[in-house]
């Protein structure tokens, strides 16, 4: 049986090298980063995206591969940046990216795009934290409690935001769905936004996205052509982003790191991958495309 435009036999970046989009908008996006990629961001997420899902985030780190494929990417294209919910620091040391020769130039827009790290000055630039991130960091164990779901959950402090992870409770996904109200509600009255992922709530202050962030960079740098990567819903508002941008006449790629828990990026995306390793995959497919002496793209 043959397999559908967004399954993972149709675009995995293994053996047959770089996957062709399963779009004509992707096809043409990949064409546009292939023809110039001086003119080209490669945005990436970081948790499930550069680094697995792991049930205490404090021990996920990047791929053991995805340091090597950035380095050889990152010289062949204008810009790479890391987009994550992380602060921009806490994914540095994660992904292992500060003192690499090869990204000396890699951005990392932390806090969904409130934190910035680059590697050429090695600094965090981080603004005043929200006054909300106090109050309801003081509440979050009684509401915990008053609604029976403080066995199994962990709070994450992220400095500029509060996340309850509820991968390691009994069962997951009714410890999620039970939360989610509550910390809703929580986070409105101390004036921050609930941002739900994968078997994770996060309380975070409003008017900060990754969409607005990516936009914000292409536009920085004057980019042409924009790929992003990403895996939860949380990386909605920079598909969305892209949309956009491919409307205002740039060019972009769409690509999913997939996952069972998050239908919604698959469902848009150009490329479907099925994790970090087919990611990294993608990556260094793409490195040996753009490298010298690579055959040229065939039309698409």
Same mark, same amino acid.
């Given at each position: 049986?043959?397999?559908?435009?967004?399954?993972?036999?149709?675009?995995?970046?293994s053996?047959?090298?770089?996957?062709?989009?399963?779009?004509?908008?992707?096809?043409?996006?990949?064409?546009?980063?292939?023809?110039?990629p001086?003119?080209?961001?490669?945005?990436?997420?970081?948790?499930?995206?550069?680094?697995?899902?792991?049930?205490?985030?404090?021990? $996920?780190? &990047?791929?053991?591969?995805?340091?090597?494929? %950035?380095?050889? =990417? /990152?010289? +062949?294209? @204008?810009? !790479?940046?890391?987009?994550?919910?992380?602060?921009?620091?806490?994914?540095?040391?994660?992904?292992?990216?500060?003192?690499?020769?090869?990204?000396?130039?890699?951005?990392?827009?932390?806090?969904?795009?409130?934190?910035?790290?680059?590697?050429?000055?090695?600094?965090?630039?981080?603004?005043?934290?929200?006054?909300?991130?106090?109050?309801?960091?003081?509440?979050?164990?009684g509401?915990?409690?008053?609604?029976?779901?403080?066995?199994g959950?962990?709070i994450?402090?992220?400095?500029?935001?509060?996340?309850?992870?509820?991968?390691?409770?009994?069962?997951? $996904?009714a &410890?999620?769905?039970?939360?989610?109200?509550? %910390?809703?509600? =929580? /986070?409105? +009255?101390? @004036?921050? !936004?609930?941002?739900?992922?994968?078997?994770?709530?996060?309380?975070?202050p409003?008017?900060?996205?990754?969409?607005v962030?990516?936009?914000?960079?292409?536009?920085?740098?004057?980019?042409e052509?924009?790929?992003?990567?990403?895996?939860?819903?949380?990386?909605?508002?920079?598909?969305?982003?892209?949309?956009?941008?491919r409307?205002?006449g740039?060019?972009?790629?769409?690509?999913?790191?997939?996952?069972?828990?998050?239908?919604?990026?698959?469902?848009?995306?150009?490329?479907?991958?099925?994790?970090?390793?087919?990611?990294?995959?993608?990556?260094?497919?793409?490195?040996?495309?753009?490298?010298?002496?690579?055959?040229?793209?065939?039309?698409?």
């Open positions: 049986m043959g397999s559908s435009p967004h399954s993972p036999d149709a675009s995995t970046s053996a047959r090298g770089l996957p062709e989009p399963s779009t004509p908008a992707g096809r043409d996006g990949l064409a546009a980063l292939l023809a110039r001086e003119k080209a961001v490669i945005a990436l997420d970081f948790d499930g995206t550069l680094a697995e899902i792991v049930p205490d985030p404090e021990q $996920a780190r &990047a791929h053991p591969g995805a340091v090597p494929a %950035l380095s050889r =990417l /990152a010289p +062949r294209v @204008g810009h !790479v940046a890391v987009v994550t919910g992380r602060p921009a620091g806490v994914a540095v040391r994660y992904g292992g990216f500060a003192g690499v020769e090869a990204l000396a130039h890699l951005v990392v827009l932390g806090h969904y795009g409130a934190e910035r790290w680059d590697a050429v000055s090695s600094t965090v630039h981080t603004p005043a934290p929200h006054p909300g991130v106090a109050a309801v960091r003081a509440e979050l164990p509401c915990l409690d008053r609604h029976g779901a403080w066995r959950t962990w994450e402090e992220k400095g500029q935001a509060v996340a309850v992870h509820t991968r390691r409770a009994e069962d997951p $996904a &410890a999620f769905e039970a939360l989610r109200e509550p %910390l809703a509600a =929580l /986070a409105a +009255r101390h @004036g921050l !936004v609930l941002e739900p992922g994968r078997m994770v709530l996060e309380l975070r409003p008017g900060m996205d990754k969409g962030a990516l936009a914000e960079y292409v536009r920085e740098v004057g980019a052509t924009v790929l992003y990567a990403g895996d939860d819903l949380g990386d909605l508002p920079a598909y969305a982003a892209v949309e956009k941008l409307s205002d740039l060019a972009g790629v769409l690509v999913c790191s997939g996952s069972a828990e998050v239908t919604e990026l698959a469902d848009r995306a150009d490329v479907l991958l099925s994790g970090p390793p087919e990611v990294v995959a993608f990556l260094d497919a793409l490195a040996t495309r753009l490298s010298p002496g690579a055959a040229a793209p065939s039309p698409s």
